[in-house]
């Protein structure tokens, strides 16, 4: 397993800090931080750790053929052959099992389904992979003459297994060396300090209601489905947006620059916009590699945005339900461009909103049941149980009491999962007009944070990690 929270926070981070921050050569910078995170990934993944050094070794001789040669036609057999390679790791220790399973659902096959283990994040650092492979046969960058350099981009520990998916090109000249002051150390660790809080304070506990009224088989009720659904979207809202925060933050302290992840996905008013601000990092992958090469909005666009959604749900995980949960945004985006955007131009722009915001909530969270269950049969049970079609009770004294709990956790996370907080920390800055009391305000929060996140680790072994199916 990975290194437990506590010893990432008060052991790993603090000696790679030290050790980085002493040292100012930046070759061996590079070396400190690509050790670092091949220790930090092979102490939960010790075999696998040189599959990933495997896969940046094709990559690494695939850009180095394609930079040396002018030879279109040699560019583009290397590029399709690194391509093929990586596929083909991803596809073996991904999809096999879902394949098998699939293909014994055909009368008279038997097959034995293989017991592949995942490698954690082996879809997050095979896509920057092949991202920097083929930004060098675009002639979008220059292939990476280092090995450690390309290694260091792929390894980068804080965002090696939940993403954000990061772009070769976009901080290519950041990896030979950077600089980091003061500011951006701060900044850093004000933003990791955030993205702990989103996971610790707010995505486990919302994990734990979320199992406890999903996970039910004796007592079941409509409202305990959809409530369990509402901590599940915010659970995994807040986990997926909190690791991001803490790469960010991390990639801020050792002078990095990433982009954005998420933006307030939840205040989105269509399935369109809920796109443009959740995952944006893989959303802009598919678009760049697969919709636009596809030929985007130019020709046959209705075949381009299902086969864009049919890999972005296959992304998520080794089962149906991903697929569908894709299939699903990908009618939902073709329903709201032909259909329903037209109509919304023909109500006023008040009650418009209102049923925007209302029909996005309904939406995502019918979404979000997709790919909460990987069990087709539960699947359906629970949307049956969610729209009223079962025997089931409107409530029931469980989920009352889950609910009673949770209460204050649930405006909480609700509140958070907006950017109120935001603006009125923003408001209050003006109003003070004064830079000190902001770094005064931002420390005080850095170490709370710190302090409610510890004593949450310490006193609760629920910490569940979200992507071993990435």
Sequence with gaps: MLFSSLTFLYIFLPILCILYFIIKNPIWRRAVLTVFSLIFYSWGEPIFVLLMIG????????????????????KKAYMIISVALNLAILGIFKYIPMIVQTLNLIPFVSLSVPNVPLPLGISFYTFQAMSYMIDVYRGDTPYQKSFLS??????????????????YKDIAEQIPDRTADIDSIFDGIYRFSVGLSKKIILANPCGEASEALLGMTVSESVIGKWVGILFFAL??????????????????????????????PYMSKSATEFWRRWHISLGAFFRDYIYIPLGGN???????????????????????????????????????????????????????VVFQYIYTAFITLIGWTIFYFTDFSVLL????????LSDVALNDLFVDS???????????????????????????GKVF???????????????????????????????????FRF
């Design 150 to 167: 390309l290694l260091l981009y792929v390894s980068f520990f804080p965002q090696l297994i939940a993403g954000p998916i990061v772009r």
């Design 298 to 352: 130019r020709k046959r666009w209705f075949f381009n945005v299902f086969a864009v959604w049919f890999l972005t749900g296959l992304w998520h995980g080794a089962s149906w339900n991903f697929v569908l949960w894709g299939v699903y945004y990908a009618c939902l985006l073709v329903f709201e461009k032909k259909v329903l955007f037209k109509l919304w131009a023909k109500i006023p722009k008040i009650p418009a």
């Design 235 to 264: 659970q995994i809202y807040f986990d997926f947006s909190g690791y991001s925060d803490m790469a960010i933050g991390l990639g801020l302290i050792f002078g990095f620059r990433f982009k954005e992840n998420f933006d307030y």
């Design 55 to 74: 896969s940046v070794s094709v990559n690494y001789l695939a850009g180095r053929f394609i930079g040396k040669t002018d030879d279109n036609v040699k």
């Design 402 to 428: 889950v609910i009673k709990d949770n209460i204050v956790l649930l405006i909480l996370a609700l509140l958070f999962a907006f950017p109120l907080p935001k603006l009125i920390f923003s408001k209050l």
């Design 433 to 467: 007009n004064n830079e000190g009391v902001a770094v005064a305000a931002k420390t005080v929060f850095v170490f709370a944070s710190l302090f409610v996140s510890t004593a949450m680790l310490a006193g609760n072994s629920y910490n569940p990690f979200l992507y």
């Design 381 to 388: 049970s629970s949307l049956f149980t969610m729209f009223g």
